[in-house]
């Protein structure tokens, strides 16, 4: 197969800030064309789960989002720390954070990226099972949601209404849903 891989001629940041690291740089194509300026967006990986408590129901959030100005339906999820031992911690103490759930089982569904044009991380998806509330919310200082537990015929609802607009959310939740034989897929 063809290398199609770009070589980085220059690379400088513009901004690195906690939530905004972009870098500019001057890249070459395999036939020699010069692209520039191409701007990378640099972001942590994220974690997130569709995630069942012990009764069976699915815990969702809801949230405002700004730059869309709309508040919205998610599944839970968010960055992955240089603390957390491995995927799974990460997925567990953001769903504890945001939820106070703690979980039993975790099933590991694989990545997406939002944008691999332009962003450098990706999300791993998760189904978290048998979810016990066990603390209160420990919300990061932007974060300010509403935990709602649904039963899976409501979820399934929401979901073919269109109430996920999340696109990696969207993919996690569509994964899930094969994984647990709710969804098949026909070609």
């Not at 720390?81 to 504890?96: K, M, P, Q, T, W």
């Not at 106070?100 to 450098?120: C, H, I, M, V």
């Amino acid at each position: 197969m063809k290398d199609l891989s770009w070589k980085v001629l220059s690379s400088s940041y513009l901004i690195k800030d906690t939530w905004a690291t972009i870098r500019v740089e001057s890249c070459q194509t395999p036939d020699g064309r010069i692209v520039e300026p191409y701007y990378v967006y640099e972001f942590p990986n994220w974690v997130t789960a569709v995630a069942f408590t012990k009764d069976g129901r699915v815990i969702l959030e809801r949230q405002y989002r700004h730059a869309l100005g709309k508040t919205m339906y998610e599944i839970p999820g968010g960055c992955v720390d240089a603390s957390d031992a491995n995927l799974e911690a990460a997925i567990g103490r953001e769903l504890l954070e945001e939820t106070g759930y703690r979980f039993e089982k975790f099933d590991y569904l694989g990545t997406t990226s939002a944008n691999p044009s332009t962003n450098t991380n990706i999300m791993h998806m998760f189904i978290a099972y048998d979810g016990e509330c066990v603390a209160e919310q420990q919300l990061d200082a932007g974060e300010d949601l509403e935990v709602l537990i649904v039963t899976v015929d409501e979820f399934l609802e929401l979901f073919r209404q269109g109430a996920f607009i999340q696109a990696m959310h969207t993919v996690a939740i569509y994964r899930a849903l094969e994984k647990l034989g709710k969804l098949t897929i026909q070609l």
